[in-house]
Structures are given as C-alpha cells and as structure tokens.
C-alpha cells in the first residue's frame, strides 16, 4: 500500500511551523468573525470551531488530493485546512466579489473542487455515501472523508449511510467532532449508548481520539485511514470542546463548565512549551487575517 503520510507529519515532538500557523490562522479567523459580527458587518449566520481547530489540522496530513472533504455548518476550520483560503471564505461570509461561491452560500453552503459544506443536520453522509461509491469506482484509493458532529447522530440518514457503508465496503471516513454538546442540549441527555456502540452495530470500525497533539492523532489514525482507503469504512470520534458559543452570544453552559472547556484548550500546552514561537506566528497569523479583512472589507457586492 502507498504510503500517504509523510515522515514530518507524524513525527514525534513539536508541530512544525507550517501546523501551527494553520491552527492560529484558523483560530484568528474566526475570533475576527465573531468581532466583524458584532460589528454588524457579516450577513446570515456563522458557528466558529474555536476549540476544534486542531481536529481538521491533524487530518489534513493524512488525505491526499484527491480526497472529498464533506463538512457541516461549523466548517470554516474544515474548509481553510483543505483549502488554506481565508480570502475566498470571508468574500464568501460577506458577499464580495471572489467569493468562493459566488456569495450565494454564505458560512454554512460552500461547495468548491472536492469540498461540499451543509447546515443541514445528517445530510452529508448520504451524499459522502454516494461519492465515496463513485471513488471506490473510477479512483481506487480516495476516500470521502465527512465530518459530523454529536447531537447529529440524532439524524436518521446518519444510520442509513452507515448500513450502506459496511454493506458496500465504502472508502468512507465519518469523522465525529464530539464535543458533548448540540446547540444547549449536552450529549448525554439526547443520545442512549455510545458513538463507538453504534458504529459497532454496523461492524463499522471504531477510533476514539483524545488530546490534541497532531502527532499523536496522526499516529493512531494512520492505519485506520489507510484502512479506509482500501474499502473499510472507519468512525473516528474526536472528544473535543466548543471554546465559544454555539453560533453568536448564544453558550447557554454554567460558568464552571466554561472554565472547564478552557483549560483544555489546545493553544496553552503548545504556548507553554515554545512561548516565543507561538507569540510569532500568532502574530503573523493575526496580521494576516486583518489584512485579509481590509482586502475583502473593500471589495464590491459579489
Ligand atoms: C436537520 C437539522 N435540524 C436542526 C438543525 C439546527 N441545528 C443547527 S446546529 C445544531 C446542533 C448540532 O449539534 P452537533 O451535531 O453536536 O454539532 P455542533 O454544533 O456541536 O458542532 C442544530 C440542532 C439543523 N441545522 N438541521
Ligand atoms: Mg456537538
């Protein structure tokens, strides 16, 4: 079998400056969101993935380019690791010209080269289902990789693209952003048994990832997405945190348990180990993203 993931990528130790950079950008990204919002300047709606940046820069490393991404209505961290776009993005979210979907989509509806995103629940996996048929097809080896949350595994299609996954022996890799709460709704009181329990109902293979060192996670889900890639469906589960609200002002969650989601942030392990190295390319990445917003701030109605 091909190797798809380079030395760097699972390599022991520190993320490389090119990794960092990324989880930064994509974390200045949306902090600028969420000010840009209360500003009024952004149209619809927007749901940040501050606290699950690191869940899409652990696996990029892992997909190769001809790989389908399907994403959900918290995709702009799925969508800039893929596509390392924030120009497109925000044009996108504003409704300026070079919009990477001509405006029309906004922060939940893009669909670009291999990339659909979807705000509606559980609708992904299906057409991931469809697509990853297709590949199995005229492109042995590429997988559709869909990533879903928790309180989605409340939708029915969810079990209907599994069953037809297993039965079909589908390049399908269902990643699960765990973070234990859907909306205001905390996982344990809408979901009975386990995520692991039910990909297992459907004799779908099962990992669960917890910490956010990318070396670490690109250890353990290397054989797995190889795996998938020859035809055996994988669900990964990622237990991970909503740093910020559901969409805008709206967290709902007592003060103890925000203080809880904090501290396990991603940032602070890596902040703490290289202070100097994170300040710098925080820094850039911040400066980066302001330019991106006066670029795309000034540009005509797309
Ligand atoms: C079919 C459908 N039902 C309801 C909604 C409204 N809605 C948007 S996000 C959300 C919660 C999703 O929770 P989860 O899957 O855990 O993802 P998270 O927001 O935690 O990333 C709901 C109910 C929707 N978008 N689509
Ligand atoms: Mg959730």
Redesign the pocket.
């Known amino acids: 079998m091909t190797a798809t993931v380079t030395e760097a990528a699972v390599a022991e130790g520190a993320p490389s400056d090119e990794d960092l950079s990324l989880l930064l950008t994509i974390r200045a990204f949306e902090e600028r969101l969420l000010d840009l919002f209360g500003q009024g300047m952004l149209n619809g709606t927007t ?1 940040t993935c501050l606290g699950q940046e690191y869940v899409p820069v652990a696996l990029e490393a892992l997909l190769r380019p001809e790989d389908h991404v399907f994403s959900n ?2 995709g702009h961290g799925h969508y800039l690791a893929r596509h390392r776009d924030p120009e497109g993005l925000l044009a996108e979210i504003m409704g300026r010209r070079g919009a990477v979907c001509g405006g029309v989509g906004g922060s939940q509806h893009i669909r670009t080269e291999r990339y659909l995103s979807t ?4 609708e992904s996996l299906p057409v991931a289902c469809g697509v990853a048929l297709r590949l199995r097809r005229v492109s042995p080896g590429a997988l559709a990789c869909v990533y ?5 595994w409340g ?1 029915g299609g969810v079990y209907e693209a599994l069953n037809l996954a297993a039965l079909w022996r589908l390049p399908l890799l269902v990643v699960v ?1 765990n ?1 234990g ?3 205001s709704t905390p996982t344990q009181r809408a979901m009975a048994g386990t995520i692991a329990g039910r990909a297992a109902a459907f004799g779908i293979a099962h990992e669960r990832v917890v910490g956010s060192d990318l070396a670490a996670i690109r250890r353990q889900l290397a054989p797995g997405v190889e795996a998938v890639r020859g035809g055996a469906p994988l669900v990964v589960e990622f237990v991970t945190h ?1 740093l910020g609200p ?1 969409s805008k002002g709206d967290d709902t969650r007592p003060a103890g348990e925000l203080a809880r989601v904090r501290a396990a942030d991603w940032r602070a392990p890596y902040a703490a180990a290289e202070p100097e190295r994170v300040a710098r390319l925080e820094a850039a990445a911040r400066a980066r993203i302001e330019a991106v917003v006066a670029d795309v701030v000034a540009r005509e109605p797309s």
């Not at 705000?119 to 559980?122: A, D, I, K, N, R």
């Not at 879903?148 to 989605?152: I, R």
């Open positions: 749901h209505h918290r705000g509606v629940q559980g879903v949350g928790d309180g989605t939708e952003e973070n709460i859907a909306q909503r559901h």
